[in-house]
């Protein structure tokens, strides 16, 4: 199985700020990778796909990059509404396996 | 309004069976791939299952595989995981998902998600 990895494992910063996380994966994963946002108590929203494609509905202060094994999730001028945990998910080989997460706290 | 709900879960002894809904409406269910994701108490996600559109083929991931089945009913717009000889590391938040996939040529990811349903594997 493909093995993803993600750092920082936790962020604190402030509101305007730029936060980058970074995902690796074990292997060549092209550019199949997703990255959700998750809120405590919620269910996973679905930020980004095939690697930097925006998903319709999310604001633009996020963005994607990356391909082959490393990957980044780029949140713009942090507002208060972005504390969540992050996960990205490769989808290059079944079974699909997801990153720790990485918690941004403002 | 596209949705998902899911049911069934509840408290089970350690061995005991279990089986999953989830109701879709508000899309073409037939159209779509269909997932289960699961998430321990304090923990990450993790994939459990997916089905394809038609219900013919079905990848599940190694800590299930041999447990669980995943199934559908396109007629009723339902998503089924039928959970057998259940551990207490079963123990999870379980949520379907829907996915934009086709095997090789493109993942577009799980882009409506279940409010989830919680399993509890305890003796």
């Known amino acids: 199985d493909i093995q993803m990895t993600q750092s920082p494992s936790s962020v604190s910063a402030s509101v305007g700020d730029r936060v980058t996380i970074t995902c690796r994966a074990s292997?060549?994963?092209?550019?199949?990778l997703a990255w959700y946002q998750q809120k405590p108590g919620r269910a996973p929203h679905l930020l980004i796909y095939?690697?930097?494609n925006l998903q319709s509905g999310v604001p633009s202060r996020f963005s994607g990059s990356g391909s082959v094994t490393d990957f980044t999730l780029t949140i713009n001028s942090l507002q208060p509404e972005d504390s969540a945990t992050y996960y990205c998910q490769q989808a290059n080989n079944l079974p699909f396996t997801f990153g720790p997460g990485t918690r941004v706290d403002i | 309004e596209v949705q998902l709900v899911e049911s069934g879960g509840g408290l089970v002894q350690p061995g005991g069976s279990l089986r999953l809904s989830c109701a879709a409406s508000?899309?073409?269910?037939?159209?779509?791939?269909m997932s289960w994701v699961r998430q321990a108490p304090g923990k990450g996600l993790e994939w459990v299952a997916n089905?394809?559109?038609?219900?013919?083929?079905?990848y599940s991931g190694d800590s299930v595989k041999g447990r669980f089945t995943i199934s559908r009913d396109n007629a009723k717009n339902s998503l089924y995981l039928q959970m057998n000889s259940l551990r207490v590391e079963d123990t999870a938040v379980y949520y379907c998902a829907r996915e934009s996939f086709q095997p090789n040529v493109y993942y577009y990811g799980m882009d409506v998600w279940g409010q989830g349903t919680t399993v509890t594997v305890s003796s």
């Open positions: 292997q060549d994963i092209t550019r199949w």
């Open positions: 508000g899309f073409t269910f037939s159209n779509y791939w």
């Open positions: 089905i394809k559109e038609d219900g013919s083929v079905k």
């Open positions: 095939a690697a930097s």
